[in-house]
C-alpha cells in the first residue's frame, strides 16, 4: 500500500516537472541568447566585468601605410588613465585576461603595481592577498610570461 502511494507521489512529480518544460503552442520560449558579437559576459552576471574597449580598425592590406588613419591611443585600454592612476579591482582583473600585463607587484598592504605593454604602471587594491595571483593563474596561457613580484 505505501509502495502504491510512493509509485504516485513520484509520477504526480513527473508530471508537474514535465508541465514546467512544455510551452504552450505559438508561445516561443524566453531564452535569452547570448549574441555571437559579443565576446565579453553581460555586466549584471555577477563577474568582473571587462573593460570596455574600442577595437581599432583592420588595416587594409591594399592601402599604403601613411593612408591608414588609426589613432595611437586606438589600441591601448582605459586611454585616459595615467602612470600611476588607480585602477578599480575589477578593471585590473579585465586588464590582466586581456592579455594587456607584463608586470605585477603585490604588497602586503593589499596594494598591486600592474605594468602594462604600453609602459603604464597602474595602481589597484586587491581583496585578499594572492587574489592577483589567482587571477593570473586563472587566466592561464595568455598571461604565461608576466612577471610577479611579492613583497
Not at 520560449?29 to 574600442?54: K, W
Not at 601605410?65 to 582605459?78: D, F, I, K, S, T
Not at 605585477?104 to 594572492?130: C, M, N, W, Y
Request: with cysteine.
Amino acid at each position: 500500500m505505501k509502495s502504491n502511494r510512493m509509485m504516485i507521489a513520484i509520477v504526480l512529480v513527473i508530471i508537474v516537472l514535465m508541465g514546467c518544460q512544455l510551452t504552450p503552442a505559438g508561445v516561443q520560449p524566453t531564452a535569452t541568447a547570448v549574441s555571437a558579437g559579443t565576446p565579453y559576459p553581460s555586466l549584471d552576471t555577477g563577474a568582473y566585468p571587462y573593460p570596455l574597449v574600442e577595437i581599432p580598425p583592420t588595416p587594409d592590406p591594399y592601402l599604403q601605410p601613411e593612408q591608414q588613419a588609426v589613432p595611437p591611443e586606438a589600441g591601448m585600454l582605459y586611454p585616459d588613465l595615467k602612470d600611476g592612476d588607480s585602477l578599480e579591482w575589477y578593471q585590473a582583473v579585465g586588464v590582466i585576461f586581456m592579455g594587456q600585463v607584463t608586470k605585477v607587484l603585490q604588497a602586503h598592504s593589499l596594494d598591486v603595481f600592474i605594468t602594462l605593454k604600453d609602459g603604464r604602471t597602474l595602481v589597484t587594491v586587491e581583496p585578499q592577498i594572492d587574489d592577483v595571483l589567482k587571477v593570473i593563474e586563472q587566466c592561464g596561457e595568455i598571461c604565461k610570461d608576466i612577471l610577479i613580484a611579492t613583497e
